[in-house]
């Protein structure tokens, strides 16, 4: 199985999530701006809203690039965290997917009410 061929797989399940997450804060939120911090896995949405989230990995603005949580040594995750991440490396296994220092390029195209509506990536082998 390619990574091709597991976006293809799980893309529809994880845009419905995104959906369903947007309608909760919708009807549940306060309209606040969202935050994430690191040592404690919170990913908070104002004040009214915050979800235990796990990071699998950083995105680079200024490289579109995507790092992923187990290889970026810099990351002072909490011990469960640091688990998801190594659990999501293991994932790779003998397929061999990525690289230690491969990085992902990822562009993702946004509509008029900042709705995600395209995603494209690419793996960049590390030096």
């Known amino acids: 199985m390619t990574l091709l061929d597991l976006y293809h797989r799980h893309v529809g399940a994880a845009f419905d999530r995104q959906q369903r997450l947007a309608e909760y804060l919708d009807a549940h939120g306060d309209g606040g701006a969202w935050g994430y911090t690191v040592s404690t896995a919170a990913l908070t949405f104002g004040k009214a809203v915050a979800f235990q989230a796990d990071?699998?990995?950083?995105?680079?603005?200024?490289?579109?690039?995507?790092?992923?949580?187990?290889?970026?040594?810099?990351?002072?995750?909490?011990?469960?965290?640091?688990?998801?991440?190594?659990?999501v490396r293991r994932l790779d296994g003998p397929a061999g997917f990525f690289d230690e220092d491969d990085a992902v390029a990822v562009t993702a195209e946004f509509d008029e009410q900042n709705r995600l509506v395209r995603v494209d990536a690419t793996i960049q082998p590390g030096q």
Do not use: I, K
Not at 69 to 80: K, V
């Open 55 to 87: 990071l699998l990995g950083s995105y680079a603005d200024d490289e579109a690039t995507w790092l992923w949580a187990w290889a970026n040594r810099s990351l002072q995750l909490p011990a469960t965290s640091r688990a998801v991440a190594e659990a």
